[in-house]
Every structure is written in structure tokens, then in C-alpha cells.
């Protein structure tokens, strides 16, 4: 018994080691590895708890942090981990409870009253956003903004909108405004709010193009609040036009601290190009996850909250899924929770709103493929992991050939499985400033629809670290 007990602390090392290397991979691995010989500990939960968290399998680390108490209900870490988990999962009342254990435990612990004090303002914050929610169709921020009374000060020499719209020169000048981290004015942030959500809202759900056989779509994965990775794509694959056209497939923002650069550029581009430059809506494009991860905190602090208000209202309106040529389907997550869906179905969706927490929708943004046939329990705590037997019978019956995806950080920046009908692409590199994952992006062409890769590692960027505008819980959270 000693010498397994032994065993399992050398192994507990070992993980410990990658851990602090941030190989969340290996951790994961040999920590799992000491649980097969010591399943009652709670400290290699907790640890890999942690590791999770890290690498965003939220559900698995709310499963190992409840693991951990059953193993010790007064392993304090354990009530922090499954309280960090839940915040993650935007389940505020289930994190509260706790904190509040912890902080009953530890009267003096300043940081843990420190947490269940913020938890508790958004569980309260939460409860008055739905009392004064009315069931009547809440007025548009549109409707109270007087964007023509908006005065540009005369000090202001960054670019402005020429007559209103957009232009190739104002996106230009706008990239290289914010590339000197210098502020577009509100009024021309809100010119191109407002315009947007007005292009966005006539599209469908499911938005389906054409790609003719002498033309190439280039389409990249999750930018996530990176802006210098996203003008070096612009770099190394041109300038979007009718002749260079994109599609970014969701998660255009937090975790980085550029988000308010990023979006604003891409919406620019879309306006300018609304029939080459096409967006999807990822999980991110939602407020749980804006007000836990940075972006809801940049827009208040680079503008304010009505700014944030409109952003959420104009994410409502991204599409949910792109089909190209009838043969490939583009969205952010995956596939479904059940069989029997269509394409006929996703246009349907009315997406305008928060996403449900099960259905086609979630599962669009959240859901993930996983080797082995079948479908499990999300890693992530929300809708699903699908299998190649899944992924098969939707082809067959959509008469599609693959679908291609993001959401998850590939080391490679990209990532083929199913029998090469699932790719995975994430345009993010070096994500969160510690991953060392490349970025990659994808061309497709008219003529075979065969998908031809294209990496890149991460480029400099000004000393402003990523979740600087986080939610505190998240910030000390992932410590």
C-alpha cells in the first residue's frame, strides 16, 4: 500500500511539473495516471481540477472539484475549484454557495470574502436584470441614440466615416489607428454598431453561398481579442475584397484584451464588403461569457455600457452557419445533441436572443467532436461531444461532405479527424499569451472544395496582458 501511495506522489510530481510548464495535456494525463492508483485523493483531483480549468473543460473540472469534497468535505480548494467552475459555466447561485462555505471556514481569509462579496453582486445583479426585463420586446439602444448630434471634437484627428459609410481608406486608417492603440471616436463606433446590426438582421440563420470555380474563400477560426494576429492574417493572406473574400468563424472576442479592435474592424469589413465578408456567431458572442471573460469590462472601459448593450444586441443577429456550394458547412461548435437535424432546420432557428441552454442552437456554438462513436457528456459542461458514426449519418442525410469547425485551440492551428469530414480551425496563436499553439487559416477553391492549410505563429503585441478586463473571479480564479 505504501509503495503505491508512493507511486501516485511521484506521479502527482511529475504532473505537477508539466503543470507549472503549462503542458495541461501531460498534467492531465499523470494526474490521471496517480487517481488510478489513489481514486480517493483529493488534492490530484483538485489538482487536475485546475488543469482543466486551464484548458477550458469546464464541465470535467466541476466534475473532478465535486469529486474531490466526496473524497474530503473539508478540502477547502475543493469548494474554489467547483465555485471557479461554476462561475465559468455562468452558474453564479451554485459558485456562491461555495464561496460562502469557504469564507464560514475561513472568517480572516480575505481573498475568499473577497470572491463571495463579487459573486454575490452578480447573483443580485442578475436577479434585477430579469425582474425588470419585461415580457414586451425590449426597446433597441438604437432607438435612444441621436448618433447626428454626436460632435467629433476638434481635437480629434483619427479617422472619421466619409459621408457615414465605409471605406477601403477609412479601414485602413482605422487598422492603423488602433495598431498605435489609439481610440476610434464613439460616434464613428456607434455609426457602424448601428449600421451593422442592420445588415446582420436581414440574414438568415443560415446563410448559403456560391463559391465559383475560379474563386477561393478563406476561413478562419477564433481571433478572440488578438488585433496584431489578425492584421498579420490580413499580412500574409491580403486584404479583405470582393476578390479575397473571408469568413471568421465566431469568437471574434474576449480573453485578448484588442476586442474592441478586433470586432470593429470586421464589422467595418463587413459593411464593406457584405456579400465577401462573411461572420459567424460564436459563444462568445454572448453576454455569460462577455461579462466573465473581458469583453463587456473593455467596451465600459473604452466607451461605456450602452456601447456594450448594442454590441449584445447586434451579436443576436451573427448567423449561426454558413453552407458553402451545398457541400461544406461551416459553424462554431459542432454538431447536435440528437440525430434527425437539417439544414432546413437551422434555417428556421430564430437566433436573435441569448442562446437556450440545450438544442440546435447551443450546439451550433458549444459542442465538440470526440474520437469514439457515439455521443458523450460536454467536457465543457454544456451541450455535447459527438463521434464519427454522428457526424457520418448527418453528411449522409444533409448531402453535405464535411463541416468545418473552431472552438477549440489546436497546437497545430488546425486539426482533421472523423475520417477528414470534421476540420477544426483556430486563428488564435500563442492563445492567451501561454498556449504556443500556431494559428492557421483555410483556403477553399470553387473547383474540388478541398481544404488547403495555412499556419502562422503569434507576432508581438503591446504589454497589455489578456483577461485585463476579465471578471476578478476569472482573473484570480485561474490562479
Not at 507511486?7 to 498534467?27: G, I, P, R, S, V
Not at 436577479?127 to 441621436?146: N, P
Not at 479575397?244 to 474576449?254: A, E, K, Q, R, T
Not at 432546413?344 to 467532436?369: A, F, T
Amino acid at each position: 500500500m505504501a509503495e503505491v501511495t508512493n507511486e501516485a506522489e511521484l506521479l502527482k510530481e511529475k504532473a505537477n511539473k508539466f503543470f507549472k510548464e503549462k503542458d495541461y495535456e501531460n498534467a492531465i494525463k499523470y494526474y490521471t495516471e496517480a487517481l488510478e492508483l489513489n481514486p480517493s485523493n483529493a488534492i490530484y483531483y483538485s489538482n487536475r481540477s485546475l488543469a482543466y480549468l486551464r484548458t477550458e473543460c469546464y464541465g470535467y473540472a466541476l466534475a473532478d472539484a465535486t469529486k474531490a469534497l466526496e473524497a474530503d468535505k473539508n478540502y477547502i480548494k475543493g469548494y474554489y475549484r467547483r465555485a471557479t467552475s461554476n462561475m465559468a459555466l455562468g452558474k453564479f447561485k451554485a459558485a456562491l454557495k461555495d464561496y460562502e462555505t469557504v469564507v464560514k471556514v475561513r472568517p480572516n481569509d480575505k481573498d475568499a470574502r473577497m470572491k463571495w462579496q463579487e459573486c454575490n453582486k452578480i447573483v443580485k445583479q442578475k436577479a434585477f436584470e430579469r425582474a425588470i426585463a419585461s415580457d414586451d420586446k425590449k426597446k433597441s439602444v438604437v432607438d435612444s441614440l441621436d448618433i447626428e448630434s454626436m460632435t467629433i471634437e476638434d481635437d480629434y484627428v483619427g479617422p472619421k466615416l466619409e459621408d457615414g459609410k465605409v471605406t477601403l481608406q477609412f479601414m485602413k486608417d482605422m487598422m492603423n489607428w488602433f495598431k498605435d492603440q489609439k481610440k476610434l471616436h464613439r460616434k464613428c463606433a456607434y455609426q457602424i454598431l448601428v449600421q451593422v446590426k442592420d445588415v446582420l438582421s436581414k440574414l438568415p440563420s443560415l446563410v448559403e453561398i456560391t463559391i465559383k470555380e475560379t474563386e477561393k474563400l478563406t476561413i478562419c477560426g477564433d481571433t478572440h481579442g488578438q488585433y496584431y494576429d489578425l492584421l498579420n492574417i490580413f499580412e500574409l493572406n491580403g486584404l479583405p475584397s470582393e476578390t479575397n473574400p473571408y469568413l471568421f468563424n465566431g469568437d471574434f472576442v474576449d480573453r485578448g484584451s484588442f476586442s474592441v479592435e478586433v470586432i470593429l474592424t470586421l464589422f467595418g469589413f463587413k459593411l464593406l464588403y457584405p456579400d465577401h465578408f462573411h461572420l459567424l456567431r460564436g459563444n462568445h458572442e454572448t453576454d455569460n461569457m462577455n461579462q466573465m471573460y473581458g469583453f463587456e469590462g473593455e467596451v465600459k472601459a473604452k466607451y461605456t455600457a450602452q456601447m456594450f448593450q448594442l454590441f449584445s444586441e447586434v451579436f443576436q443577429w451573427l448567423p449561426l452557419a454558413q453552407c458553402i456550394n451545398s457541400k461544406v458547412l461551416v459553424m462554431h461548435g459542432g454538431l447536435f445533441s440528437e440525430d434527425g437535424v437539417t439544414l432546413e432546420d437551422l434555417r428556421k432557428i430564430d437566433r436573435n436572443r441569448q442562446p437556450p441552454d440545450s438544442g440546435p442552437m447551443c450546439d451550433l456554438l458549444w459542442s465538440d467532436p470526440q474520437p469514439r462513436n457515439g455521443r458523450s457528456i460536454s467536457k465543457r459542461g454544456v451541450s455535447c461531444q459527438f463521434g464519427p458514426d454522428v457526424t457520418q449519418r448527418f453528411l449522409e442525410q444533409n448531402k453535405l461532405d464535411y463541416i468545418v469547425r473552431s472552438h477549440e485551440v489546436k497546437s497545430e492551428g488546425y486539426e482533421v479527424t472523423h475520417s477528414e469530414k470534421v476540420i477544426t480551425v483556430f486563428s488564435a496563436p500563442n492563445y492567451c499569451d501561454q498556449m504556443g499553439n500556431k494559428g492557421a487559416y483555410i483556403h477553399l477553391r470553387g473547383s474540388d472544395l478541398k481544404p488547403e492549410f495555412h499556419q502562422f505563429t503569434a507576432v508581438p503585441h503591446p504589454n497589455v496582458k489578456p483577461m485585463a478586463y476579465a471578471n476578478t473571479l476569472m482573473q484570480l480564479g485561474m490562479m
